[in-house]
């Protein structure tokens, strides 16, 4: 049975599908900075207004190399993995993470976020998202504890072998709190930007009700094994699967919400995972919005936001502890015993992302003491390189930094020299392809996980457009 490394490195019929080639994601030894995107009657979607947007910001930026990789990766997502149709009259909308033919909620919602102030001067981008609601609701609907979907909802299953075997539609069924909080993020920033209530329609309604369901089904108020959700998988592979037969370790009942897997896909090591309890209660106040204002429905949005007080408080009697050195701040994990697991992944949401979802302002005593902690030695997945220095992940393991975790430096920063440090340490570690990868060795970035990880393309993309929004004097350094 293969892991999920192994599955990304041999999956390739998709890529084939696609019409597109190794070339494209070939390295640039050149410095020609040629565009390494697809040809257009190859790309899955085409946004006039992403397109005015590439044109406007790369017109104005003086370092050629780093305008070269903003062209490739900003459009990525649209350009490499969309599925739009309609479907009984309704916008329809998959998509792919990348290098694996199928759809995570959390990667898709991620992936169309930098568009999302783009929408009411693009009626065809508009509809895409829409038809990403749309998708993602029938995805929850479909199992609300699964991870990641095949558009076919009568596809077979990779993880087959999986126990409980995964149904057909599912890709894979690994219960993680982010992956549900997308699904209302994506619909939050879609209402709120265009107004468009249309998307609240029954389907919706069953699904953010059973989100409300399932995250109060994970408080396992009646102990660890007060849950329908089991995982097994032959693995060679420690952080494939929780322990104890998917439950994972013993937890104690204080409110908060279990997590059997980050966002990493990885096993939490304590359930109680906090910055998706966090994400959590961010979603539950913004479904309490939906139900208040759009439906009209003062019960339920009520018990949103009831349940979202729960979670918080838990948070902050719980999930706050005294570290040695930085005083007040959050644990990445808690089991409710009092004990806690100090380091964060790169991987969204993490520690460090919390300023850039809304949960936390920048300018927050906790947060500004953790994100102290998570960019020091004394975070043990914070690494330095002879290249870079950034957030890694168990995932990949000790050695590697992510692209991502720069990216999200910069992205919650307020510092224009930090800020103008995280770009030029993703401009010396690209390795010459022109995009972002999940992950690089810190002494050798041409050592490199993963050429086709749409998510960190356009994240680097909304990087480039907020710093041409809020630092554009870093955009005109010919040489960053």
Known sequence: MFNRREFIK?????????GMTKSLYAQNPSNKFVSQ?????????????VENKIKEVKSFMKDPELAWMFENCYPNTLDTTVDYELIDGKPDTVIITGDIDAMWLRDSTAQVWPYMPLLNEDTKLKKLVKGLVNRQVKCVNLDPYANSFYKD??????????RPAPIDGVHERKWEIDSLCYVVRLADKYYQSTGDKTIFDADFDRAMRTIVKVFRQE?????NHDTPYRFARSTDR???????NGVGRPIKPVGLICSSFRPSDDATNLSFLIPSNLFAVQSMKQMAEFYSKVYKDQAFARECEVFAKEVAVAIDKYAVNDHLTYGKIYAYE??????????D??????????????????????YKRTRKYLLSADNPWYLKGTHAEGAGSPHTGPNTIWPMGIILRALTSTDANEIKLCLHMLKRTHAGTGFMHESFNKDNPNDFSRSWFAWANTLFGELIVNVYNDHPELLKINNI
Do not use: C
Not at 219 to 223: M, P
Not at 351 to 366: E, M
């Open 345 to 366: 992944d790169a991987n969204v949401p993490s520690l460090l992302s919390l300023s850039y979802l809304g949960v936390h302002k920048p300018t927050d005593d906790i």
């Open 153 to 162: 909802k009568t596809k077979e299953s990779h993880w087959a072998s999986d």
């Open 238 to 244: 420690m952080t494939d699967a929780p322990v104890h």
């Open 219 to 223: 408080q396992r108020k009646g102990g």
């Open 37 to 49: 995107r697809p040809p257009v009657n190859k790309r899955t979607f085409v946004s006039e207004g």
């Open 10 to 18: 041999t999956s390739s019929a998709l890529t084939l599908g696609l």
């Open 334 to 343: 808690t089991d409710g015993f009092g004990n806690h697991l100090f380091m």
